[in-house]
T-cell receptor, first 112, second 113 residues
Framework: EDKVVQSPLSLVVHEGDTVTLNCSYE??????LLWYKQEKKAPTFLFML????IEKKSGRLSSILDKKELFSILNITATQTGDSAVYLC????????????FGQGTILTVHP | NAGVTQTPKFRVLKTGQSMTLLCAQD?????MYWYRQDPGMGLRLIHY???????AKGEVPDGYNVSRLKKQNFLLGLESAAPSQTSVYFC????????????FGEGSRLTVL
């Protein structure tokens, strides 16, 4: 059975801190891994990762995939209060083609 | 550009009532998904479809039915609503083949009394 585990489940930091969010997975026929940020409404897309060891970067956010050890990390440097959100990962693959299952998410709270 | 549109956005039901949530996308996407999200939790997959006329069960399909009669529409039905189905429902779609980004609707908040 496919598994996705995100850690930590919640995290409280102060502005300026750096955080690392983890996503481990066990998914057959792995194709890609997606990261999303969710504030009040629908999730917004951050990254799609398909290759190991290649960092994707967008401003203060970056992410990398390790297909050998089956995990991905999302880093946020110099955090701001606007980074407060739920961060979700979703490995794309699995025994049922097209199925896309999300992890339970990491709730990040950034205090001023 | 409409993208993914969900209707209704809010609904209150009594236990035992039935209703249908409609998801419409205008991007000619092959794949469509219904998720539910409860407070403090991630998105849980209810049902999904990899093309017109096809549907498949996700993680939490019990109590829900779906139909994909037209490529652009994916309907989620509750035949006999229960308080445990109080949740926010998100529809999403993506192109077939390429394992890429999901495009989400804005969500539908359903309360079952």
């Amino acid at each position: 059975e496919d598994k996705v585990v995100q850690s930590p489940l919640s995290l409280v930091v102060h502005e300026g801190d750096t955080v690392t969010l983890n996503c481990s997975y066990e998914v057959t026929n792995f194709r890609s891994l997606l990261w999303y940020k969710q504030e009040k409404k629908a999730p917004t897309f951050l990254f799609m990762l398909t290759s190991s060891g290649i960092e994707k970067k967008s401003g203060r956010l970056s992410s990398i995939l390790d297909k050998k050890e089956l995990f991905s990390i999302l880093n946020i440097t110099a955090t701001q209060t606007g980074d407060s959100a739920v961060y979700l990962c979703a490995p794309n693959g699995g025994t049922s083609y097209g199925k896309l299952t999300f992890g339970q998410g990491t709730i990040l709270t950034v205090h001023p | 550009n409409a993208g993914v549109t969900q209707t209704p956005k809010f609904r209150v039901l009594k236990t035992g009532q039935s209703m249908t949530l409609l998801c419409a996308q205008d991007m000619n996407h092959e794949y469509m998904y219904w998720y539910r999200q409860d407070p403090g939790m991630g998105l849980r997959l209810i049902h999904y479809s990899v093309g017109e006329g096809t549907t498949a069960k996700g993680e939490v399909p019990d109590g829900y039915n779906v139909s994909r009669l037209k490529k652009q529409n994916f309907l989620l039905g509750l035949e006999s609503a229960a308080p445990s189905q109080t949740s926010v429902y998100f529809c999403a779609s993506r192109p077939g083949g390429t394992p890429g980004e999901l495009f989400f609707g804005e969500g539908s908040r359903l309360t079952v009394l």
